[in-house]
């Protein structure tokens, strides 16, 4: 396990461009060794965050954690694969359900898997290992992986409102060079949020513009509708926000470390305040993509495990005989939400959602849930949480970053609610997880710890400013508490069975 740690690793982490978060006087490698070496709850992993663009390292993986890019690529993405594939560049330019020039594409005929195995070769990847190109392909064959597989739930959804059963064996053309690119790029052969749907999938109009929603094209789609751009590209600008918390969060935790409270309070103000922006971007999500649309294009981000559209998994043909499951593509691999419950120790219960919690945790770039577990083991052995809750005003500014995740994990239950729930029985989401127990699951635990805090801050230390918001924080966190527990009880008498979760 510790050689194949390193040779991850060696490949790129010591390197002009990169600070190392981790305070000790040895070289990084040194650490690493160290840190692999040791064992017990005081050593954690050493970790490297970029600090500068870096372009000229093809090596390097697109997804890693830097403070020029937050959790974007590192680089945006290509937008269009080389000559040598382009039969699958067509494939993938033809196959929306409506087409950049309005006309019908092979999706809204039935027709792409009938292209897929009439027009596709099967492409040799194995001297491929340019990241950004290996990038670039593992998103374009899932893009055709997941159309090829749901095309006939989205050709049955659309006439009957039902998904039936999706195809069960993916083509070696698509299926052997996914499965080799997935390896190459240590993910799971199947579409994923960051390294696909998502964050691998937005051009500049302006290239040298900024990542704002007006400068801001899709490079691949499934139905080809404004509110599918929407969707997506509203998660990418929320990202583009990530650089900062990324510095927020390392610099909160040095200052935890070394006891050093008035940077400790900066940090916190200058996250809460990032959290605070990345929500006022999520609300844009109303008015960029529709909720009465959102169905019409879902389908094809539906995963294959825990899915009845696919009870007997899929089998990779050429790849084994053995049928394998993958969650759907979710906003649940997104890291800002897991950043702020690893960094600031937001206790979750122990059930059978709180696993789903985790697994959904694997769904993303290496990189990504390397940072994650850093911040996590690196939060506990400098005691954050405690070291916040000593003092009164510290602890208000930890209260309000705990309120900046109920917030943006209230709204988004209430997307979940309008775009969904309001207009399918279908018990799962697109990621697997039981669609009106698992969210608030999650809420619930945030509203809890809100109420729990915001009780035992001592009010007669706190700033006049402080003082009312943590009283308002509270009082709101007890509020909705009450309504959400109401809201699900009633939610369930119609989604039965919403207690199985794989
Ligand atoms: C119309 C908009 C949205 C809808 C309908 C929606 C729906 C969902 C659903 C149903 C889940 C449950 C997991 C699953 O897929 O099985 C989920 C999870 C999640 N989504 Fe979204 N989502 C939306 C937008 C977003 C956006 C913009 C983000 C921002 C990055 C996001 C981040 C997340 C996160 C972090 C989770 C895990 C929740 C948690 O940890 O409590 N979602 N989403």
Redesign the pocket.
Known sequence: MMSSFFAKQRSYVVRRGFTQVFSSSSSLLQQQQAAALRSGPSSIRAFSVLTEQVKDTPTLPMFTVGTPNGFLPRQDPLVELPDQFQRLESLLQRMPLQLLDGQPGLLASGQFGEAVRDELPLYDVDQIEDQHLLSALFRDYSFAASAYLLEPCDVLYRQRKEYGLGRKILPMNIAVPLDKVAKKIHSKPFMEYALSYALYNYKRLNPLGDLTYDNLALIRSFAGSESEKG?IL??VT??SHTPKLVKYAVGALDAAASKDRARFDQQLAGLNETYETINNE?EM?WSR?L?GD?ISFRTFIMGTKNQPMFPDGVIYEGVSDQPVVH??E???N?S???LA?NLLQIPMPENPLTVV?KD?RSYRPTNHREFLEYVQDRSKKVNLKEFALQDPNSAALYLSNVDQVRA??HR?WN??KE??IKYTDHP??????P?VT??PN??GSVLELLDEISGTIDREQLTEGNKIRVDEIGKRAVAQKRFLAREVEKLKERFQNQDKTE
Do not use: C, K
């Open positions: 969707f509203n998660h929320m990202v999520m999500m993509s909720p959102y969650r759907g979710s906003g649940a997104d800002i939400v897991p419950d919690l959904f943006f994990r988004h997307f979940t775009y969904i799962v989401a697109t990621g697997g997880s669609i698992w969210l999650q809420l």
